[in-house]
């Protein structure tokens, strides 16, 4: 588990595969944080510790439902409404 707490949304390197040297903007939120690609890395992942019910991952793009992608600043939005934790009603 990432050691370093992010009380701020703060660019980073992605820690998910270094090799790619992608970025991404990082929070910290209790035991865990949230990770946001940037870019054309759309990923948006939640890490809440091992085998977590909380932890899952999913993406900005939209495109393939004939929408605008979500931009980074809309998802870090969402998951500070949400504290953290993915919720299935935010449709934004």
């Not at 939640?46 to 992608?69: E, F, L, V």
Request: proline share 2%.
């Amino acid at each position: 588990m990432n050691k370093t707490k992010y009380e701020v949304w703060t660019i980073i390197d992605w820690d998910g595969n270094p090799d790619l040297k992608l970025k991404c903007w990082r929070k910290s939120f209790g035991h865990g944080h949230v990770s946001i690609g940037i870019g054309d890395f759309k990923h948006i992942v939640y890490s809440h510790g091992p085998n977590s019910d909380y932890s899952m991952s999913g993406t900005r793009a939209r495109s393939q439902y004939g929408r605008n992608d979500q931009t980074e600043y809309a998802a870090m939005a969402m998951v500070d409404r949400n504290n953290g934790i993915h919720n299935y009603k935010d449709t934004e």
